[in-house]
């Protein structure tokens, strides 16, 4: 069973900080993409950014520039590094992986963690 956990939400003035982490199964984390995704209120869940075995990195266009994802395979932690936040960023934001079982291809979620930013 994978399990994501994720940590570091919290509330934040506009122009500031956040570090977002997810920590994971060891036996799966160096192989597999990972993802944050977040959803406000009213609206759909929405890719943040994603990350994949060798490090290559993919944004949504509205966080890049501020928005920094990585990847620790040694400690089986991702990392959303969060600068110059926006109050459009408030949201719970969530990790996510995938993963082939032999048959299908199933999603993983951590349960979610906190951001608002305040104007």
């Known amino acids: 069973q994978v399990q994501l956990v994720e940590s570091g939400g919290g509330l934040v003035q506009e122009g500031g900080s956040l570090r977002l982490s997810c920590t994971t199964s060891g036996s799966i984390f160096s192989r597999n993409t990972m993802g944050w995704y977040r959803q406000a209120p009213g609206k759909q869940r929405e890719l943040v950014a994603n990350?994949?075995?060798?490090?290559?990195?993919n944004y949504a266009d509205s966080v890049k520039g501020r928005f920094t994802i990585s990847r620790d395979n040694a400690k089986t932690t991702m990392y959303l590094q969060m600068n110059n936040l926006k109050p459009e960023d408030t949201a719970v934001y969530y990790c996510?992986?995938?993963?082939?079982?032999?048959?299908?291809?199933?999603?993983?979620w951590g349960q979610g963690t906190q951001v608002t930013v305040s104007s």
């Open positions: 990350i994949n075995s060798g490090g290559s990195t």
């Open positions: 996510h992986t995938i993963m082939w079982s032999g048959a299908t291809w199933d999603n993983y």
